[in-house]
Structure formats: C-alpha cells, structure tokens
C-alpha cells in the first residue's frame, strides 16, 4: 500500500469520525436541554393520571389510557401529536428527553435528503459542512425554538409531527434522484403505515403536502420514473388527512373556537381575509431575521454566479432537479401558511409555520454550503471556523437561558415538595423571573397555570406571586 492511499484512508477516517462525532455532540446537546427544561403549563394537563393518583394495576392503566386517548381522538383532536403527548405521560420525562435527542439528529438527516435526494455520507466533507450549518441555522434562526423544540406538549404536536410529514417525502424525493424502487409488502405496508400517520400529523401541513405528492406521482407516472405501487402511501397520506379534516373531533375544535367570534361574523371573501389579515403580520414578525439571512444568501449566491459564472452555471446545470425540488417544496410549505385561513383560530398559529421555518433553513444552508465551497480555499476554511465558534456561542447561550429557568422551577417543585410532606391545600409559589424568548417558554402566560398545578398535585389552591 503506497503513501497516497494510506494518506487517503487516513483522511477518510478521519472525516468518519468528525461525521458521528458531530451527530454524538447534537445527541448530547439537545439531551442536556431537554433535560434541563422541565414541564411547563399544558404539560400537567397532558397527564394522564395526576399526582399519587396512578392505576395500581397494569389492566387499569391499559383502561385508563384507552379512555382518554379515546376521548381525545374523538371529542377534540385526531392528531397524532396530542395522542403521543398523552402517551408519553406515562413515563418518566428522561423518555421524552432521550426520544427528543434522536429526533434532533433524525431532523438533520431528514431535511439533508431533502435537499439533495440521498442520505449524507461519512466521507463526503461537504456534506458535515451542510449538516453544521443545519444545526447552526435551527439553533440559532429558528424563530420558536423553545416552543417546538423544548416545549414537550409544543415538541409532539408540531416537531415530531413535522418530521413524520418530512420523512414520509424522503422516499419520493430520493425518487427524483435517482429512481427508488418501492418494492416487497413488508416495505410497502410500513410506509402505507407512515403515509397514514402523516396525513395525520397537522392540518395545514398535510394537507399542502399531499397536494404536492399528487402532483408529483402523476407527473412521474407520466414520464415512466414512477410505478403504479406508490399509489397505495399516498391513498393512505389521504385517508389519514381526511380523518383529521373530517373527524368529529375536528368539527368540536372547529365550533369551539367559532364561539369567541374572532370572525365578526363576516363571510365569503371577507371572512378569509380577515383570517389572512391575522396571519401575514404573525408571519413576518416571527419569519423576519429567518427571511433576512435568506434574501442575503441568495443575493451573495447570485453574486458568486455573477464572479465565477462558468463553474456555478455547471454546477446548477449538474444538480438543477435538486433545485426545483428544492423550489417545490418551498413553495408548498408557503401554501401551508396560507391555509390557515381555512382554521377559525384567534390563538397563537405561529407554531404551524414549522414545516416552512425549516425548509427555509434547508434553503439558507444549501446556498451557504454552495457559496463556501466557490470561495478561495482559505477564505472558507476561516468562515467555516467562524461559523463553528459562533455555533458553539449560540449553544452555550441557549444552555445559561434554560438553566436559569430551570433554577427557578426547581424552587417552585421545592415548595411544593414541602407542602406536599406537611399535607398543606393552599400554596403560594414565586413569580418566575426568565423572560420569555425565543429559545424559551415558560408558559406563564396562561392565566390558569395555578389551576393546572393545583389540579396535578391535588392541592385546593395554588397561587403563583406577581
């Protein structure tokens, strides 16, 4: 074996282990906080037994879920995220905060593959610079990371039910690619299963999605890059949607929120404009610093084109499928912002702007990764190394925020604790002094949070200072 070649095997280790050691260091991460944050305002009513108050068999905690998740699918929500949130209620939270440090690491490969129609490889070195950046984008631009990222109640409604949208798209984009073969009934009927789950996911959400998947099976069909067998997981994605846009539960929420009248009573054109006038604001203000870094990365993109014009124009030429893919899937995570005019909500919606915050970090980052590897060696090398340092800044300052909060909460379960020994009814705990932000929510701006404290614990009062 010559010296190139072991030199080659070298740098091809090398790049594996900086490849898992990276994934290892987001698992290890978003574990610690996730751990650091503790349960927060719904939290407690997702229960689904209080405190002291769990089944003393096996059978009757079997009976009890049952009844509560039945009453939840049927007289409030279908989704997928509100069953799992109560599900999850039954272990110890360190479940939810290990199952949570995977999801974050299964996001970066999901939105990758996205990106560029195949899974990242270990030896590529490209491809840890696009991932880097995935995880500096989300951490640092994503407008409601402690909502939809910490937030255990916001994490299974709107994160996991994301991802399971997002990665029932893989396969279909990996089609585009290169033609992906759908083939063997234990592959088909899992992804039927999947398809099914994502329809289920979120309304506005799902429903774009599907509107997307359709027209791209008939577009392939038509072209002979698709066989007839990908039908079968996009009929389940539609049955899966209907059931939450038609289910009894649906129609409950639907007319519980009609009776605050946020509408005014307006129909026709007028009604859906009013909802409209309601979302664009939320939009802009939440979306601005996300949408400010992506306009600059396409203007400095548009820029490089212009400076090194033959080799950008080759590699578009190369990858542009992946572009229009890109294109596409941008555009439909806009139609699902828009079709919250169709929901009666007056209550915060930001939440569901999920899918397109990330597909538009997705797009920043790919632009990212395509200006520095135009970029003169060293240059790169010294803005890659910027970025790294301003990540691990921006990691050590999501870590002091949640640890102050988590300081103060342990104060309010101290007090409670001890009131709990002495058998006391009425407790008085302190005001929570972190603010919230972005990366956090402490959900103190429910009104009924005492109420929701009281109810867990079993105690007659809980009044939380000012």
């Not at 951490?139 to 039910?161: D, E, M, R, S």
């Not at 996009?234 to 129609?251: A, D, E, R």
């Not at 899937?329 to 007056?346: E, G, I, K």
């Amino acid at each position: 074996m010559d010296l190139p070649q072991i030199n080659r095997l070298q740098k091809a280790f090398l790049l594996k282990m900086l490849f898992w050691g990276f994934f290892v260091l987001v698992f290890a991460y978003a574990l610690y906080i996730n751990t650091m944050m503790p349960l927060v305002g719904e939290d407690y009513t997702n229960f689904v037994w209080y405190y002291h108050a769990e089944p003393a068999t096996l059978i009757e905690k079997v009976n009890l879920i049952d009844k509560v998740l039945t009453k939840t699918v049927t007289f409030w929500s279908p989704r997928i995220g509100e069953s799992l949130a109560i599900l999850l209620s039954m272990f110890p939270k360190v479940v939810f905060n290990v199952l949570n440090a995977l999801m974050f690491d299964w996001l970066l490969v999901v939105l990758f593959s996205l990106g560029y129609g195949r899974f990242p490889s270990p030896v590529v070195k490209s491809d840890l610079l696009v991932l880097l950046l995935l995880f500096l984008l989300t951490i640092w631009l994503f407008p409601l990371f402690g909502q939809v990222f910490l937030w255990k109640a916001g994490v299974t409604n709107h994160l996991w039910a994301t991802i399971v949208v997002l990665s029932f798209m893989i396969p279909f984009r990996l089609n585009l690619t290169k033609q992906y073969e759908l083939h063997g009934w234990l592959k088909i009927s899992g992804y039927v299963l999947l398809g099914a789950m994502a329809g289920l996911s979120m309304e506005n959400t799902s429903a774009a999605v599907f509107f997307l998947l359709i027209n791209y099976f008939v577009c392939a069909l038509s072209r002979k890059a698709i066989d007839w067998k990908w039908i079968f997981p996009i009929l389940s994605f539609g049955i899966g949607l209907g059931y939450l846009l038609l289910s009894p539960g649906t129609t409950r929420r639907r007319l519980y929120y009609l009776q605050f009248r946020y509408d005014d009573d307006l129909t026709g054109i007028h009604l859906y404009l009013n909802r409209l006038y309601r979302i664009v604001p939320d939009f802009i203000r939440s979306s601005s610093t996300l949408l400010i870094v992506l306009m600059v990365s396409l203007i400095l993109f548009f820029l490089l084109i212009w400076w090194r014009k033959h080799n950008l124009l080759q590699m578009y030429k190369q990858s542009s499928r992946n572009w229009l893919a890109l294109i596409a899937m941008f555009s439909t995570s806009l139609l699902a912002v828009l079709l919250l005019t169709a929901a009666p909500y007056q209550s915060d919606q930001r939440r569901a702007f999920t899918m397109f915050w990330l597909l538009a970090i997705l797009l920043t980052a790919i632009l990212i990764s395509s200006i520095l590897e135009n970029l003169p060696g060293k240059l790169s090398f010294v803005l890659a190394g910027l970025m790294g340092a301003f990540l691990l800044l921006q990691m050590v300052q999501i870590g002091l925020i949640i640890s102050k909060f988590s300081r103060e909460n342990d104060v309010r379960m101290e007090i409670i604790d001890q009131a709990l020994k002495n058998g006391d009814k009425e407790v008085i705990l302190p005001a929570i002094t972190s603010p919230d932000s972005r990366v956090l929510e402490t959900r103190e701006i429910l009104s009924d949070l005492g109420e929701r404290y009281a109810m867990y614990y079993g105690f007659d009062k809980v009044m939380i200072e000012k």
